[in-house]
């Protein structure tokens, strides 16, 4: 395992959660729920999602490398256009959405409700998620699965602390807009440097 790939990983994911309706999801669970329940249930829906990403990205590594790298040089392409795109209607969009699926929830709820709902919330958001698919394209990329693994789910992992602990109050003081156009260069780099592999260029 390289502990350069997973911190590789976790530097491109970490970014891109942290505006994505993941945040918006874990901060509306925080606000019905205790931290605790809603952290343990949340993270465990991101450790699903990150194994089945990380074991497609490793069936798609089994292709030629130059059609793995031309793959996944238009997947961080589009990775970066969809980080420019996305704005606040969505986390607006995604807040009302959570509100309504836990609306018929009891006002106390116990430990195991709340984890067992956060679980369920974050997995079911997280199928087709732009850190799933992007776990997937590093998995085909670097043929690393635990360090990718590792990578994205602890990038998934504090993303939930953060919004599980100071989600509000992180919203009000980081500019999301510039973490999301951060998210799209950095994939715009991934995307130029992985389209050179797949020439040849490197």
Known sequence: MSITVALTVFALILPAELPDKTMVATLVLSTRYPPLPVWIGVTAGFAVQSVVAVAAG????????????????????????????????????????????????????????????????????????????????????????????IGSWAALAVVAALAVLSGRALLRVVPLDWVRRLAAVLFAAMAVVTGLEAVGAF
């Open 58 to 149: 490793d069936l798609v590594s089994l292709l030629p490398s130059d059609i793995v790298h031309g793959v996944t040089a238009v997947m961080f392409a589009i990775g970066a256009a969809l980080m420019l795109r996305s704005g606040k209607d969505d986390v607006a969009e995604e807040e009302r959405a959570i509100d309504a699926e836990l609306a018929d929830d009891p006002a106390v709820p116990s430990f195991r409700r709340a984890m067992l709902t956060s679980f369920g919330v974050l997995f079911a958001a997280e199928w087709g998620d732009l850190s799933q698919i992007l776990t997937a394209n590093f998995a085909a990329k670097y043929g690393d699965p635990i360090a990718v693994f």
